[in-house]
């Protein structure tokens, strides 16, 4: 029998409710607010079965590689679902019951969020509209946040982790905690010796790669 013990909106939330819920089994998603399904993976302490329900096709090689029981590609029908959940070892089938709600909660996980399309930062005297395509990364120097663009940079009032919730995981990636880069606006990827790569900008701009980042980064960009 299944019993469902919580759902969480972004990945620092998800780390924290398998490491106290211990579950058997997650459903993740390939790309969340804050940590992506792997990295979730990665900083829990409790490892159980995982099933990957996503709208991205490109990562099924890489979560069959961290031992994921099925890779199930959004939308799918409750069947779909079903042959996952009856994949995981020594688990019954599940019930309808369970099965309406895990399709409800997942039906939730499809919805778009909006992420932030501009920021407005003072300059001088006034304020300024940067696209968030035009800006090349997010970093932080003592207690300040920068937002960086075409070389220039400007004090931003949110903290780091707040930009990352707010902004698009298709278009930034946090590659290292003081870091959160466009990926879009990465112009060469640089080896810095050890496994380590430093990104570059087209002004020149650098910013390093932690090396608990590489894999992941690697994987996004096509780095193989």
Do not use: C, N
């Given at each position: 029998e299944y019993t469902i013990v919580g759902e969480a909106d972004n990945g620092r939330a998800a780390v924290e409710l398998i490491d106290r819920a211990l579950p058997d089994i997650v459903l993740l998603d390939?790309?969340?607010?804050?940590l992506s399904g792997f990295q979730i993976l990665q900083e829990a302490t409790h490892k159980p079965s995982v099933i990957f329900i996503t709208a991205y096709n490109?990562?099924?090689?890489?979560?069959?590689e961290?031992?994921?029981?099925?890779?199930?590609?959004?939308?799918?029908?409750?069947?779909r679902l079903f042959d996952a959940l009856a994949r995981v070892p020594n688990t019954t089938v599940p019930g309808d019951t369970i099965l309406q709600q895990l399709g409800t909660m997942v039906e939730g996980t499809v919805q778009p969020k909006h992420y932030l399309k501009r920021f407005t930062v003072k300059d001088r005297f006034e304020f300024k509209v940067i696209d968030v395509?035009?800006?090349?990364?997010?970093?932080?120097?003592?207690?300040?946040?920068?937002?960086?663009?075409?070389?220039?940079r400007y004090v931003v009032?949110?903290?780091?982790?707040?930009?990352?919730e707010s902004v698009s995981p298709e278009l930034f990636f946090r590659v290292h905690r003081k870091s959160l880069v466009n990926l879009n606006r990465?112009?060469?990827?640089?080896?810095?010796?050890?496994?380590?790569?430093?990104?570059?900008?087209?002004n020149e701009e650098r910013v390093h790669v932690s090396k608990e980042k590489t894999r992941e980064l690697k994987a996004l960009m096509g780095l193989l």
């Open positions: 390939i790309k969340m607010p804050g490109e990562h099924a090689v890489r979560a069959f961290v031992h994921a029981v099925d890779y199930v590609l959004k939308p799918f029908q409750d069947k395509q035009d800006i090349d990364y997010f970093s932080t120097e003592d207690s300040f946040v920068f937002l960086h663009t075409d070389g220039v009032e949110k903290s780091l982790a707040q930009i990352e990465v112009e060469r990827i640089l080896p810095w010796g050890r496994g380590r790569y430093v990104l570059k900008f087209s």
